[in-house]
């Protein structure tokens, strides 16, 4: 079973400000996703409301782009935004931030 992804107007930005090396090894791991890699190292859930995050990492930065899981469609992900990891944990205003964009996507459907 394929995944697939679909990259919002954020995580396009996002995707598109990063140095193109981290950029290369955010598609190889989401690629890897996509045709069934089950990896922690490159994608995790990372909380009960279902906030999931694809990982990369480049010359010692940290890269995240965090996304859900559309329940209408099976095996697709949405991607919300991405973000520069500087801490151990996920901040909790990122996880928020994917939270609305999660519920503003189903909201439009």
């Known amino acids: 079973m394929e995944i697939s992804v679909e990259y919002l107007e954020e995580a396009q930005a996002y995707i ?16 890897l996703v996509c045709v069934g890699v089950k990896d922690d190292r490159i994608f995790k859930k990372l909380s009960e ?3 999931w995050e694809f990982k990369a990492e480049y010359e010692s930065n940290e890269y995240r782009l965090l996304s859900f899981w559309d329940k209408e469609k099976s095996s697709y992900i949405v991607a919300t935004h991405g973000f520069d990891k500087k801490t ?11 939270e609305k964009i999660r519920d503003e996507y189903y909201k439009s459907k």
């Open 49 to 51: 409301s279902g906030i």
């Open 88 to 98: 151990q944990k996920t901040p909790r205003k990122e996880i928020a931030h994917a």
């Open 16 to 31: 598109a400000d990063m140095p193109e090396k981290a950029r290369k090894k955010l598609f190889h791991n989401v690629a």
